[in-house]
């Protein structure tokens, strides 16, 4: 295992930016950055000739594509994972063909009951071999992220049975059977924090919880099925390293902000100064360029848009990304100018500010 901390970070731009201090140059990364819209993803895929879940399992693979976007120049690595193969030892193996399914979805308290808890050390080994090889093979040069699944969003992909569409499985269990969904956000809560614990223990210096599905929860859904179980993974893991949360599509900050995450993951629905105007000038933010902009606009609107995102976060407590993953066709030369124009963009007047962050 490598302590967090073990050694000094040569750019630690993002976590400086996620305790909400100041930056010379706003840090940048994408979420999904390593993998499908990367030319030489394609070609490590068909190097090693796995199916996607035995792709996930593979040290040397998963190490190779992690660093992948290394030289492109971005400021931090995130281990080349999926939120799903975590819930494989609870009993609720997914595989890919090509997006991913279960083949007896969890319904039931009774199905429910049949998950197991587990200890990440011993049933995710290969987790804890690809982050603690990533980090000595960056030997200090970038920050590594670790990341999961939040509880709603596994839960989603639990009852679906699949990619969550419209929910309604998921919102039959929640209106009908809401003792059975607390159940079960209660175990996936337990494994989830053993998990992100596991991820730092091997090597993680900032962890990622991704409720990709909040954008089918209401208010006041999300605050009875979402928010709680966040809070609880996010106290469990306070002291350790900045916890980063990301709500797919989800515009209630203040819901968000009641998490305990240390920096948001915002939409493009509002800008950063927008987001603190309503949070606080303090709180770290995480964004928003939009995914949909990056894969359809010139390369024009793609710098106009990472200039006024950057201008809006001050170089302060900011760090540059997206509003939500990479999508599957924007073309490489965009992404590639996505971080081309985040390292060119600066703030100027905001430099040398000095910003407590609470």
Known sequence: MIAANACVTANDLLLRA???????????????????TDPKYLEIRNRFGLTLEKLFRSVDASVEISLLPKRIGVDAIIVFQDILPPLAPMGARFVFRPGPVLSDPIRTESDVQRLKLYDPAERLAYVGEILSTLRKELDGSLPLLGFAGAPFTLL?????????????????????????????????????????????????????????????LSEDLYREFALPYQQEIFDRLAGSVPRILFAKGFDSLELMNRSGADVLGISSAFSISEAR????????????VSNRLLATGSLEEIES??????????????????????????????????????????????????????
């Open 18 to 36: 996620a305790k909400g201090q100041a930056t010379e140059r706003t840090p940048v990364w994408m979420m999904r950055q390593a993998g499908r």
């Open 156 to 216: 989603s992909f639990l009852v679906e049975g699949s990619t969550p569409g419209e929910g309604s499985h998921i919102f039959h269990l929640l209106k009908s059977e809401p003792k059975t969904a607390r159940l079960l956000l209660a175990k996936l809560s337990e494994v989830t924090a053993r998990y992100l614990r596991y991820q730092i223990e091997s090597g993680a210096q900032a962890v990622q919880l991704f409720e990709s599905t909040a954008d089918l």
């Open 277 to 288: 105007q309503r949070l606080g000038q303090d709180k770290a933010i995480q964004g928003n």
């Open 305 to 358: 848009a990472v200039r006024e995102c950057i201008a809006s976060g001050g170089s302060r407590g900011h760090i540059l990304n997206l509003d939500h993953g990479l999508l599957r066709e924007t073309p490489w030369e965009n992404v590639c100018h996505f971080v081309r124009s985040a390292k060119e963009a600066s703030a100027p007047s905001s430099v040398g500010a000095s910003v407590s962050h609470h």
